[in-house]
């Protein structure tokens, strides 16, 4: 008897734990827009991103968020020179820390490399 409770108990736990660590999970969803320009970022439920600059310069990726802010990306495509969209020779995958302020609908997205970050608000 006693280890059954200690099964359901353990069982309850676990199941907490999964359920406030989903809860605090950053809804990046949907088009984003930086608060001071005019660059935009859309992440789309398949896992892909756009960003595109104040100049109009393109790039689009493939991303996953982790359940503690860590936002892993790839650029697969690039269009700098506004011209055409092409592949990226590099595969290369970047680490950024998305926080997220529900209250304000702003996410600040900063690389590693980065000292403060961007900021940006809900485009939709």
């Given amino acids: ?3 059954g409770i200690r099964a359901g108990g353990a069982l309850a736990v676990v ?3 999964l359920l406030t660590s989903c809860a605090f999970r950053p809804d990046v969803l949907g088009r984003w827009q930086r608060v001071d320009g005019t660059d935009t ?3 789309r ?3 892909t991103f ?5 100049m109009g310069a393109t790039v689009l990726g493939k991303y996953t968020l982790h359940a503690d802010g860590t936002l892993y990306y790839a650029v697969t495509h690039t269009d700098v020179m506004r011209a055409e969209l092409r592949p990226v020779k590099i595969f290369e ?3 950024a820390g998305v926080q997220f302020r529900s209250f304000k609908h702003e996410l600040t997205v900063a690389t590693e490399d ?4 961007e900021v ?3 485009a939709d």
Avoid: H, P, S
């Fill in 41 to 43: 970022l859309e992440f």
């Fill in 15 to 17: 199941t907490l734990f």
């Fill in 114 to 117: 980065e000292a403060g970050g």
């Fill in 1 to 3: 008897m006693q280890n």
């Fill in 45 to 47: 439920e398949d896992g």
């Fill in 50 to 54: 756009t960003m595109v600059d104040n």
């Fill in 93 to 95: 995958v970047r680490i």
């Fill in 120 to 122: 940006y608000r809900r």
